[in-house]
């Protein structure tokens, strides 16, 4: 009898463990580009072909097949067709990453799943995206607040003990302890010590790190923490594509992972390296370069941004449209330049890896 007591019992956690699995929701990842027209953001294919109209007072780009759109005052989310997945009911919401999105219901926030069920309630001052697994989180602590680290359940696996705290990359995240940061390993263990005023994320095995104070040098460290680019720069920008763009006294100059010049030129301002190309201004005129230096798309531009899926957005007087690596605009500049919309197509594609968009 009793057997067949802790048979059924083991049969009840295992079929309530089943219960408790999230259900994967398949979507559409197809390409869609945000644009804006009249005003009011929409979305288009890469053949520039309107698939969901501008109606949109505020939208954001597409990931993971879902988009953060505003209706009446409330944040939701559509699908690459334009069907709303998640009916707006956030007072402010981010996109999806790692199957997960930071929503605000009132002045806390919380997280769903792409199903649009709160899967962590609302109960953070703060939150940062899911990046291998993990989440920074802050959290109310006296009169102050600390940061700590949750999975996709919410379960604290790094308990609230940060001033401040950023995304895990390369199984790596930057946290601040007092003035200072240091790097964690996703056990909370601080391998890399607290010595630097600031700290980025790491990207191509290095990450981008300030010394000596709010106007002290930057340079460039590995995993174990050695300083392998020196600091000496007075600005920098994270490795992309292998390059990245650091600048001393008033020039900037493109660098590769050993700190060497990969191009025997200096630019005005820095730029970023995308699919083997990247966009440089020449006499007031934007081009595209490769890493040889070599203008291979000649500049005739007022403005661009990098290459993602074979194409990029460019400005053609005060219109977007977009060209490829050969550089023939595939999309006629009819839509509005929209600077917030070209930032969130850069940030998201330099700073997280994502699939690369598929043709449709």
């Known amino acids: 009898m009793k057997r067949l007591l802790y048979l059924t019992?083991?049969?009840?956690?295992?079929?309530?463990?089943?219960?408790?699995?999230?259900?994967?929701?398949?979507?559409?990842?197809?390409?869609?580009?945000?644009?804006?027209?009249?005003?009011?953001?929409?979305?288009?294919?890469?053949?520039?072909?309107?698939?969901?109209?501008?109606?949109?007072?505020?939208?954001?780009?597409?990931?993971?097949g879902l988009a953060t759109v505003r209706?009446?005052?409330?944040?939701?989310?559509?699908?690459?067709?334009?069907?709303?997945?998640?009916?707006?009911?956030?007072?402010?919401?981010?996109?999806?990453?790692?199957?997960?999105a930071s929503v605000r219901k009132?002045?806390?926030?919380?997280?769903?799943?792409?199903?649009?069920?709160?899967?962590?309630d609302a109960d953070y001052l703060y939150t940062f995206a899911f990046r291998e697994g993990l989440a920074a989180v802050i959290v109310a602590e006296g009169s102050g607040a600390k940061a700590g680290y949750i999975d996709d359940?919410?379960?604290?696996?790094?308990?609230?003990?940060?001033?401040?705290?950023?995304?895990?990359?390369?199984?790596?995240?930057?946290?601040?302890?007092?003035?200072?940061?240091?790097?964690?390993?996703k056990t909370g263990t601080l391998l890399i010590p607290v010595q630097f005023f600031e700290a980025a994320m790491f990207r191509d095995g290095l990450a981008m790190v300030k010394?000596?104070?709010?106007?002290?040098?930057?340079?460039f460290i590995d995993h174990s923490g050695k300083m392998v680019i020196t600091a000496q720069y007075s600005e920098a920008t994270n490795f992309n594509d292998g390059v990245a763009a650091v600048k001393k006294k008033d020039t900037w100059?493109?660098?590769?992972?050993?700190?060497?010049?990969?191009?025997?030129?200096?630019f005005a301002s820095p730029t970023v390296f995308s699919e083997g190309l990247a966009?440089?201004?020449?006499?007031?005129?934007?081009?595209?370069?490769?890493?040889?230096?070599?203008?291979v798309i000649k500049p005739q531009f007022d403005a661009g941004s990098i290459f993602v899926g074979g194409i990029a957005p460019v400005k053609v007087g005060e219109k977007c449209g977009y060209i490829d690596k050969t550089g023939?605009?595939?999309?006629?500049?009819?839509?509005?330049?929209?600077?917030?919309?070209?930032?969130?197509?850069?940030?998201?594609?330099?700073?997280?890896?994502?699939?690369?968009?598929?043709?449709?």
């Open 9 to 64: 019992l083991a049969l009840l956690t295992i079929c309530a463990a089943c219960n408790r699995e999230e259900k994967k929701v398949v979507l559409d990842n197809s390409l869609r580009l945000l644009v804006k027209f009249n005003g009011k953001y929409g979305y288009c294919d890469r053949g520039g072909t309107t698939v969901i109209p501008p109606q949109f007072g505020s939208a954001s780009i597409f990931s993971e």
């Open 106 to 120: 009132g002045d806390k926030w919380g997280y769903i799943n792409q199903a649009g069920k709160m899967v962590i």
């Open 153 to 185: 359940r919410g379960k604290f696996v790094i308990k609230p003990r940060f001033d401040d705290a950023s995304l895990f990359s390369e199984g790596l995240a930057a946290v601040k302890i007092g003035k200072n940061h240091g790097y964690i390993d």
């Open 279 to 295: 966009p440089v201004m020449i006499k007031g005129k934007v081009g595209y370069m490769d890493k040889k230096g070599k203008v």
């Open 328 to 360: 023939k605009m595939v999309i006629e500049p009819r839509f509005e330049w929209d600077q917030r919309s070209i930032d969130q197509y850069t940030h998201y594609y330099t700073h997280f890896t994502a699939d690369s968009p598929k043709e449709k």
């Open 71 to 100: 209706v009446n005052g409330k944040d939701g989310y559509i699908d690459t067709n334009g069907n709303t997945v998640i009916p707006p009911s956030f007072d402010s919401a981010s996109i999806f990453l790692n199957g997960r």
């Open 253 to 266: 100059q493109l660098i590769d992972a050993t700190g060497k010049p990969v191009i025997d030129q200096e």
């Open 211 to 219: 010394i000596n104070g709010k106007f002290g040098v930057i340079g």
